[in-house]
């Protein structure tokens, strides 16, 4: 992996904007077919151990939603959605989000059986 190999690949993320093609790769119509949201949630997550990354994730809060709805898509991208919001857990943009948009309620449903 690119990222792991050279950690300062890293800082080309470091803005909102370079983020916003990874994050609109999970709008993409075929995106429920393919591996394409997979991908890009797992350098998502490598990402998050970079804090000028994670400023940037949370620096556009539509892109925090976006994840907390990642959590209701495909089952095959719900732990790496949940991994990278435990990243984002301790930023007060992510708590904004959660209790704006009902983040607890995304999380309760999963945990929660519906019936």
Request: with cysteine; charged share 10%.
């Amino acid at each position: 992996n690119l990222l792991t190999s050279n950690p300062q690949l890293a800082a080309t993320f470091s803005t909102k904007e370079q983020l916003v093609p990874l994050f609109k790769c999970f709008s993409v119509p075929v995106a429920s077919e393919s591996k394409i949201p997979q991908l890009c949630l797992s350098v998502l997550s490598q990402l998050t151990a970079y804090a000028p990354c994670v400023e940037a994730m949370v620096a556009d809060r539509a892109s925090v939603l976006l994840l907390l709805q990642m959590l209701h898509g495909s089952r095959s991208c719900r732990e790496a959605a949940l991994h990278v919001l435990y990243a984002l857990a301790s930023t007060p943009e992510l708590a904004w989000v959660a209790a704006k948009h009902g983040g607890v309620v995304y999380i309760l449903e999963l945990l929660l059986p519906l019936q």
